[in-house]
């Protein structure tokens, strides 16, 4: 049986993000905090300012600046610098697991904020993905751990909150404009770290170079292609089930190539973590059979153009940015 495209980008998307984590651990020597943001980000713009023009990407309109200044500014600029900061101390494995959770901080301010109902399943969702950052917290034994931990705890909010703010630009925009302009948003954050950056690729290790670029190309720009590009043919359930199988790809792209064995009681808490988000995500059988479908409508052939773009600006759900690295 063939297997479809979509199903080969969405198995790209959880291996470049996965291997983002890793690839943080590697790229911090020589770049720095600072410089590796900037860099990450800096070539992702610039690979995806090439590719714009041939995956339809529009220019914004005026009106949208402000949510889109937000969305770049929690969650490219701010992100990049709390897990990266945090990826000091805390192994890549664990960080995954951490980013995990950040739609309990999405969910809560929909509620506060949009006014949207929090049900049962999302309350014990909130709970059981809480409890689990709890124990990954206390799981490593020292303080710097601790800490690097709340400061990538910090990053999943930040990501909470750039997937809150995402929602009103989806109405109108697709996921991959949204991701191109917030990322376009957070390099010009981050600008004023440039030369950290330069010194970072003038005097960096070569394997802290390639991991830099490499998080900047794949990651970063083919990731969210290809993450546009199967959520656009497959329905939302069936993207947001392979989010799930990030953290793990993580922990092992990071055994391999880093050699780090995550504390035992931290997979415990990550399980929890992971438990808990897909509580979150998870639709009633009686709502589902309510609405449409995704995956039906993604194979419409009126919903896209030639190349595969999606035509319909106002599907936040199939649009819906994931947690990543």
Not at 89 to 110: D, E, K, N, T, Y
Request: with cysteine.
């Amino acid at each position: 049986m063939k297997i479809p495209k979509a199903f080969w980008a969405l198995a790209l998307t959880v291996i470049t993000w996965a291997s983002a984590f890793p690839a943080i651990r590697v790229g911090l020597d020589g770049f720095g905090v600072a410089g590796l943001s900037l860099g990450r980000l800096m070539v992702a713009s610039i690979a995806l300012a090439v590719a714009a023009p041939f995956l339809g990407v529009r220019v914004p309109e005026r009106r949208d600046l402000p949510m889109i200044v937000l969305c770049g500014l929690t969650g490219m600029s701010a992100y990049q610098i709390l897990l990266n900061w945090g990826e000091v101390h805390v192994s890549a494995g664990i960080a995954s697991l951490l980013i995990a959770v950040a739609p309990v901080f999405s969910v809560l301010l929909a509620a506060a904020f949009l006014g949207e109902r929090i049900t049962w399943l999302k309350t014990a969702g909130s709970l059981v993905a809480i409890a689990g950052v709890a124990v990954i917290v206390l799981a490593g034994g020292h303080a710097e751990y601790t800490a690097s931990a709340w400061v990538v705890l910090a990053a999943a909010a930040v990501q909470g909150t750039y997937h809150f703010a995402t929602k009103p630009l989806l109405a109108r925009y697709t996921g991959l404009e949204v991701a191109c302009y917030a990322m376009w948003a957070g390099t010009l954050f981050l600008l004023p770290v440039l030369p950290r950056m330069v010194h970072g690729f003038a005097t960096a290790p070569a394997d802290a170079v390639v991991s830099t670029v490499f998080l900047g190309i794949f990651p970063s720009a083919i990731g969210f292609v290809a993450w546009g590009y199967a959520v656009a043919r497959l329905s939302l359930a069936s993207s947001t089930a392979a989010l799930y199988l990030v953290p793990p790809v993580a922990l092992i792209v990071a055994y391999v190539w880093l050699g780090e064995v995550p504390p035992p009681l931290s997979l415990v808490g990550g399980v929890l973590g992971i438990a808990g988000v897909a509580l979150i995500n998870h639709r009633p059988r009686r709502a589902a059979s309510t609405a449409p479908v995704d995956g039906d409508e993604a194979g419409r052939s009126d919903d896209q153009d030639g190349k595969g773009n999606s035509l319909t600006a106002g599907r936040s759900d199939r649009s819906k940015d994931p947690s990543r690295g």
